[in-house]
């Protein structure tokens, strides 16, 4: 089955700043990647998501690029700001399977 | 527009009870639901998914089952809880296999 991996683990910028979350996956068929923001003690909720035909996307301070030669996908916000503290999530899903793998999370601090 | 209750939202219980956690859709029909499982500070789980009613897709060998008696409802069970099911439990509904998955508020699940 697909296997993904997300670094880091941890994240801790300064207001202002920009964050870069990366994960990689181990099937090439995959052809749809979301990301999620859950912050604590609350559920997932979708933030972006990017379909295998597509290099990047972009939704204001928030933008996903995806590799599929490389087999990576990363999510980068700019212009940090406190309430973009939480844990992110990436998962991948094949263009025959079921379900989604998700990533171990990120745990995202901005620093005001 | 759709919807998702999973109720309760906490729920303490001894060792060897049993349990039942309930999640409906409102505003949409047949679609896919997912049951997960979070430990604390870690990422997600997937126990259950179902693609239509009596159709339910178990991913990890436990002592929890699931149900899906109408098109809806996605119910999870267990006849006797271990310690090790404490845990935040996330009900997810997608329109079909790929495309994005939201998530209930989630029950936390604490075994005394």
């Given at each position: 089955?697909?296997?993904?991996e997300q670094h880091?683990?941890t994240?801790s910028?300064?207001?202002?700043d920009s964050?870069?979350?990366?994960?990689?996956?181990?099937?090439?068929?995959?052809?749809?990647?979301?990301?999620?923001?859950?912050?604590?003690?609350?559920?997932?909720?979708l933030?972006?998501?990017?379909?295998?035909?597509?290099?990047?996307?972009?939704?204001?301070?928030?933008?996903?690029?995806?590799?599929?030669?490389?087999?990576?996908?990363?999510?980068h916000?700019?212009?940090?700001?406190?309430?973009?503290?939480a844990?992110?999530?990436?998962?991948a899903?094949?263009?025959?399977g079921?379900?989604f793998?998700?990533g171990?999370?990120?745990?995202?601090?901005?620093?005001? | 527009?759709?919807?998702?209750?999973?109720?309760?939202?906490?729920?303490?219980?001894?060792?060897?009870?049993?349990?039942s956690?309930?999640?409906?859709?409102?505003g949409?029909?047949?679609?896919?639901l997912?049951?997960?499982?979070?430990?604390?500070?870690?990422?997600l789980?997937?126990?259950?998914?179902?693609?239509?009613?009596?159709?339910?897709?178990?991913?990890?060998?436990?002592?929890?089952?699931?149900?899906?008696?109408?098109?809806?409802?996605?119910?999870?069970?267990?006849?006797?809880?271990?310690?090790?099911?404490?845990?935040?439990?996330?009900?997810?509904?997608?329109?079909?296999?790929?495309?994005?998955?939201?998530?209930?508020?989630?029950?936390?699940?604490?075994?005394?």
């Open positions: 089955g697909e296997n993904v880091p683990s994240l910028v300064q207001e202002g964050a870069v979350i990366k994960c990689t996956y181990s099937d090439s068929a995959s052809n749809y990647f979301p990301w999620y923001k859950q912050e604590l003690g609350k559920r997932p909720q933030i972006i998501d990017i379909r295998s035909n597509v290099g990047e996307k972009k939704d204001q301070r928030i933008a996903v690029t995806l590799n599929k030669t490389a087999k990576h996908f990363s999510l916000i700019t212009e940090t700001q406190p309430e973009d503290s844990v992110y999530f990436c998962a899903i094949t263009n025959t079921n379900q793998y998700f171990t999370g990120t745990s995202l601090t901005v620093i005001p | 527009s759709q919807t998702i209750h999973q109720w309760p939202a906490t729920l303490v219980q001894p060792v060897g009870s049993p349990l956690l309930e999640c409906t859709v409102e949409t029909s047949n679609p896919n997912y049951w997960y499982r979070q430990a604390a500070g870690r990422g789980q997937l126990l259950f998914y179902s693609v239509g009613i009596g159709q339910i897709s178990s991913e990890v060998p436990q002592n929890l089952s699931a149900s899906r008696p109408q098109d809806r409802q996605f119910i999870l069970s267990s006849k006797k809880l271990l310690l090790s099911d404490s845990g935040f439990y996330l009900c997810a509904w997608s329109v079909r296999t790929r495309e994005p998955q939201h998530f209930g508020d989630g029950t936390r699940l604490s075994i005394l």
